[in-house]
């Protein structure tokens, strides 16, 4: 079964608005911060349904290095990411995506 990844688009914005942001302070910074949603995007395609089901029907990872949740619904074969929230701000804002 082949799954497909596919962005919330408020969920995109948070990437690209988030990477910006350290790419501004470093550009090393911003490019790693990529790198670790690209990784994260990569653990939840291998093992989907590993992380338990958390709020709002969701399931969430962390990003390693960066104050970020990754959260994300299965449905059949696709994965929405319906958010890259940072985690000391807005808790749940996203729960109606």
Do not use: C
């Amino acid at each position: 079964m082949s799954l497909e990844v596919r962005f919330h688009p408020e969920a995109e914005k948070e990437v690209l608005t988030s990477a910006a942001w350290y790419m501004e302070r470093s550009p090393l910074a911003g490019q790693v911060f990529l790198l670790e949603i690209d990784r994260v995007i990569n653990q939840i395609l291998e093992s989907p349904s590993r992380r338990p089901v958390s709020i709002h029907g969701a399931r969430r990872i962390l990003l390693p290095r960066f104050p970020f949740s990754v959260f994300y619904r299965v449905s059949g074969d696709l994965i929405e990411i319906i958010a890259v929230a940072h985690q000391s701000r807005r808790p749940g804002y996203w729960q109606f995506r």
